[in-house]
Each structure stands twice: as C-alpha cells, then as structure tokens.
Antibody, heavy 118, light 107 residues
C-alpha cells in the first residue's frame, strides 16, 4: 500500500526540541521531493519545508528558518524534521506530503500533533 | 511571497446545489494552482491540479478553471460527502503557499 506515516509528535516545553519522522512505503521514495506542511488547531494549511529527492537541496518558510531542519534517509525510506527552539506558535498537526503529479502534493500522511506548552 | 485569498470563507448550501469557490493570487501564478479537500480529522486530498485537471479518482462534478490571478473551483451538484473545507495552493517559482480555506457547510 502506498502510504506515509508520521511519528514523533508530542508535548514539549517552549525552547525544546523534537524530531518528527515520516516513513514511506509502497513507492520509490528516493524518486520524490518531500515536504512538511502544518496546521494549527482550527486553522489552515501552512507550508513548512521541502527537500529534493537526493537531499541536496532544501528550503524553509521564514517562520521556521534557522530553527527547523529537514532531512531524509533514502535507504530507510524516511523523511525527518528536526525542530529546535520550539515556540507556542509551532503547535500544530504536522503532515508530510509527497510531491508527485505536476509537482503538487498527491500523497499525504495522517499527521502527527506537536504541542508546545509549559 | 504570493498570497492566495479564498472567498467566501463559508458557503452554506444544500445537497444537489452548485458550489462556486474562488481563489485569487496576489500576483500571477500562471496555471500552477491546485485545489484540495479536507474533512475533519483527515489529511487533505488533491482534487484539481494545474488549475483545471482532475486528479486520479476525482468525480467529474468537480471542475476547476482560471489562470493568472483568478481561479474557480466548481462542484456541479453537491453530494453529502462534499461538505468539507477546500484549499487552493500555488507552486509558482518553487514556492508553495495555500489559501486560508473555504468551508462548504450544509444549509
């Protein structure tokens, strides 16, 4: 089955760190660009970061630049998001998404909830 | 950054009615625009890409149109499962942004 499964979310204090993972299966992970998109409770979708297929190129939203790092391990079919210096406004469900058809998000995981609170 | 503005914020309609959702870009995105549907507790689902192309498995009652800065998603006759939030998204210049969403609710 073609799927993405996120993990690693949870409750963290402001200033803390968390690493999210996204396990891919059912497709050739190493052929696709991957992204992280987040959604604060009751709010809309916000693009966070992307990485190209071999991991040599990345980009970030201004709101997370310098604090978050996207990476991937193609041998393990896994995408990561290292989140440091977390703030309350980073509280959200984090989705990993595959860029497929015509460079749009054609496959999404179910998301993992990150809550930043003291 | 290209800003996408969706209208209306909420659309109250009955099953069988036609839904027309709008998405306006702050500058031209050519045809690099997609529409997604999201139901509560679920991940978004790609409906339309490159402004007017239906993604695999999407029913023909969903259609998209527009180019440049003005785009429309039309649902020709609402089915009960179509009541959800819809987002537009652009991918121009290797940047990705979403609109704020339009909620289609049952009247």
């Amino acid at each position: 089955e073609v799927q993405l499964v996120e993990s690693g979310g949870g409750l963290v204090q402001p200033g803390g760190s968390l690493r999210l993972s996204c396990a891919a299966s059912g497709f050739t992970f190493s052929s696709y660009w991957m992204h992280w998109v987040r959604q604060a409770p009751g709010k809309g979708l916000v693009w966070v970061s992307r990485i190209n297929s071999d991991g040599s190129s990345t980009s970030y939203a201004d709101s997370v630049k310098g604090r978050f790092t996207i990476s991937r391990d193609n041998a393990k079919n896994t995408l990561y998001l290292q989140m440091n210096s977390l703030r309350a406004e980073d509280t959200a469900v984090y989705y990993c998404a595959r860029v497929g058809i015509a460079w749009y998000f054609d496959l999404w995981g179910r998301g993992t909830l990150v809550t930043v609170s003291s | 950054e290209i800003v996408l503005t969706q209208s209306p914020a909420t659309l109250s309609l009955s099953p069988g009615e036609r839904a027309t959702l709008s998405c306006r870009a702050s500058q031209s995105v050519s045809s690099y625009l997609a529409w997604y549907q999201q139901k509560p507790g679920q991940a978004p689902r790609l409906l339309i890409y490159d402004a007017s192309n239906r993604a695999t498995g999407i029913p023909a009652r969903f259609s998209g149109s527009g180019s440049g800065t003005d785009f429309t998603l039309t649902i020709s006759s609402l089915e009960p499962e179509d009541f959800a939030v819809y987002y537009c998204q652009q991918r121009s210049n290797w940047a990705w942004t979403f609109g704020q969403g339009t909620k289609v609710e049952i009247k």
